[in-house]
C-alpha cells in the first residue's frame, strides 16, 4: 500500500487536526520467547522467582564465560517471521549493543544489528475503515536485560538480574500507522497471531509483551517523516493508545506554539496521563555495534526454514475467514471465536459433533465466554469440555430441558464435573410437554393477576412476557416455553378472561 493511500483512509482522531496535520506512527514489540531457558545459557526463564536467583557466569558477563546459542528460541523466531511474510536469512549474525545502565551485567545486551534473523514482512490489520497493511522492517533476535526496581529501597533502587538474557524477538514496523486507535489495533491483532503460534504467551503483565513507539506529525500531504520520539514503559493496549494520544497533542502544541519537536526518548507516566522526558533519543552509531566475537554466525538451512513453514498453523485471519466461507457464520462470531486458538479449537470441535455451526456458536458466544469471563479463564480452562458441552446442547434440541435450564445445568456440571443427562435425571429437571399440566399453570397465573390480564386486553401487550415469566417461576422453569407461549396467546387473544376461554 502506497503512503498516498494512507493518508487517504487516516481516520480523524488524534492523529489529525482541523490544521491539517497527521501523525506518524511506528511500533517496535519487543515478544518474550516461550522457552524454559535463556537465549544464551540453561537459566531458567520462569517468572516470579526469588531476584537473582536464576542467574550464571554467562548472562551476567562473568570472564570466560561463553554464550551458546539457544535452538529452540531460534526455531520460535523463525516461526513468528514466517507468519508475518518476512524473509528469514539463511544467515543472521548476532552483534553487541553497547551501553550502560545498572540492569545490564555485561555492558552491553547481545542483539542482532545489520545482518538480522528476518526482513521484509507484511501484515494486513482488519480496522473499522476496512483493511490495510502495515510493512515490518525486520524481526531480530537478542536477549532482555534485568529489572530496575524503584519500590523496594527508600531511596535507593534495587536490580533483578533473572530477566538479564531471556530470549526476546523485536518486531520493527515501518511508520505505517496513522492514528493512536490503529496502533492499538495493529498491537492486538499482532499479538493473536504471537499467540496463535505458541510463540510467547504474551502476558504483558509479566512483561512477555512490550511495546515502543516512535511517533511525530507532519502537514497531510507531506511524504518527508518529521522528527520523532520514542515513547516507553506503555504496559497494556489501552495505555498505548493513552500514550500516543498524549505525545501527539503534544508535539501538536510545540509546533502550534512556533517551536520544533526534540528528538528524545519519553516515559508514559499512566498516573498522571502524560508523557516526561527520559533522556536524549540515542541513534544506532552511539551503541557502538560491532559483531559478538564469542558467536559464530547464526544459520538456519534452507530445508529446515521450509519445513518450520510448512508446521505454521492456520492463522486466525484464515481462520475467521474459514468459518465465514464454510460454517456460514455472521463476521461478527467469526471474529469472537478466533479471538484465540483455545476458543476457536473449542468451538470448532462442539461445531463438528452438532453439526450445527450456529448452534454451537450461541452456546460458546453465551454461556461458554460467560463462564471464562467469570472465572477468568482461558478456553482451554474450561472444566466443561467440547464433548461434554454437546450432550447438553442435545438435550436442549431434544425439548427434554429448556434453554434456560440447560444454562443452569451447564453451571452445576462445570461445579460437579457430572454429566448434562445425569444432572438432569437427579435434579427433576426434564422438560413438562403434558397439556393439562402447562394448562394449570397457565390458568393458575392468568387468575392471580386479573388486573394485568385487563391492561392486556386494553392493549398493553408488553404484559405477555410478563405472564411467560410467571408461568415459568410456577413450573420452577421446566414449562415447555413454545406450548407456554401458545397457550398464552389462546387464551388472552380470545378473551381478557381466561376463565372464559377455559
Avoid at 48 to 64: K, R
Avoid at 81 to 99: D, I, M, P
Avoid at 166 to 179: F, G, H, N, W, Y
Avoid at 457 to 467: D, N, V, Y
Wanted: glycine share 8%; hydrophobic share 35%; proline share 6%.
Amino acid at each position: 500500500m502506497s503512503d498516498a493511500s494512507r493518508r487517504e483512509r487516516a481516520p480523524a482522531s488524534a492523529s489529525s487536526d482541523a490544521g491539517g496535520m497527521e501523525a506518524v506512527i511506528g511500533l517496535e514489540i519487543h515478544v518474550q520467547l516461550q522457552t524454559e531457558r535463556k537465549l544464551f545459557c540453561p537459566d531458567s526463564t520462569r517468572f516470579g522467582d526469588a531476584p537473582n536467583s536464576n542467574v550464571c557466569p554467562v548472562c551476567l558477563g562473568l570472564p570466560g564465560a561463553l554464550p551458546t546459542v539457544n535452538g529452540e528460541a531460534v526455531e520460535l523466531a523463525v516461526r513468528a517471521a514466517l507468519a508475518f511474510g518476512c524473509t528469514v536469512h539463511e544467515t543472521s549474525v548476532f552483534a553487541r549493543k553497547n551501553y550502560f545502565y545498572p540492569d545490564l551485567p555485561k555492558g552491553y545486551q547481545i542483539s542482532q544489528f545489520e545482518r538480522p534473523l528476518a526482513t521484509d514482512g507484511r501484515f494486513t490489520v482488519q480496522s473499522e475503515e476496512g483493511e490495510h497493511e502495515v510493512r515490518i522492517r525486520r524481526i531480530h533476535m537478542e536477549e532482555d536485560a534485568g529489572k530496575s526496581l524503584h519500590d523496594r529501597f527508600p531511596r535507593a533502587t534495587a536490580v533483578d538480574l533473572n530477566r538479564a538474557g531471556t530470549p526476546l524477538i523485536e518486531l520493527v514496523s515501518e511508520p505505517d500507522l496513522r492514528s493512536p486507535e490503529e496502533a492499538r489495533g495493529y498491537l492486538q491483532q499482532v499479538k493473536r497471531v504471537i499467540e496463535y503460534l505458541d510463540v510467547s504467551d504474551c502476558n504483558m503483565e509479566e512483561g512477555s509483551l512490550r511495546v515502543d513507539a516512535n511517533v511525530s506529525i507532519r502537514p497531510r500531504g507531506v511524504t518527508t517523516l518529521g522528527t520523532k520520539t520514542e515513547v516507553k514503559n506503555m504496559n497494556s493496549f489501552s495505555g498505548v493508545e493513552k500514550a500516543l494520544t498524549a505525545e501527539i497533542r503534544r508535539q501538536k502544541e510545540v509546533v502550534a506554539q512556533g517551536g520544533e519537536v526534540e528528538h528524545m526518548t519519553l516515559l508514559w507516566d499512566e498516573v498522571k496521563g502524560e508523557v516526561r522526558p527520559m533522556r536524549t533519543k540515542e541513534e544506532s552509531h552511539d551503541y557502538r555495534y560491532f559483531p559478538e566475537p564469542d558467536l559464530p554466525p547464526l544459520v538456519i538451512s534452507s530445508d529446515r526454514i521450509e519445513a518450520l513453514r510448512l508446521e505454521l498453523p492456520e492463522l486466525p485471519a484464515d481462520r475467521s475467514r474459514r468459518f465465514r466461507v464454510e460454517l456460514d457464520l455472521p463476521e461478527y462470531d467469526a471474529e469472537v471465536l478466533t479471538a484465540s486458538r483455545a476458543l476457536a479449537d473449542y468451538f470448532e470441535a462442539v461445531a463438528k459433533a452438532t453439526g450445527n455451526a450456529k448452534r454451537a456458536s450461541n452456546w460458546v458466544m453465551g454461556p461458554i465466554l460467560a463462564m471464562m469471563k467469570e472465572g477468568n479463564l482461558g478456553a482451554e480452562e474450561l472444566p466443561v469440555r467440547p464433548e461434554v458441552l454437546v450432550e447438553l446442547i442435545e438435550l436442549v434440541e431434544e425439548g427434554a430441558v429448556s434453554q434456560n435450564v440447560g444454562k443452569n445445568v451447564l453451571r452445576t456440571m462445570a461445579e460437579t464435573g457430572d454429566s448434562a443427562r445425569e444432572i438432569v435425571q437427579r435434579e427433576g429437571l426434564t422438560q413438562v410437554r403434558d397439556p393439562e399440566q402447562l394448562e394449570g399453570w397457565v390458568d393458575e397465573v392468568l387468575e392471580s393477576h386479573p388486573e394485568e390480564v385487563a391492561r392486556f386486553g386494553e392493549g398493553e401487550k408488553r404484559l405477555r412476557g410478563f405472564f411467560m415469566g410467571e408461568v415459568m417461576k410456577r413450573s420452577k422453569g421446566k414449562a415447555d416455553p413454545g406450548e407456554v407461549a401458545r397457550l398464552l396467546a389462546l387464551k388472552l387473544e380470545v378473551s381478557p378472561d381466561p376463565r372464559r376461554s377455559s
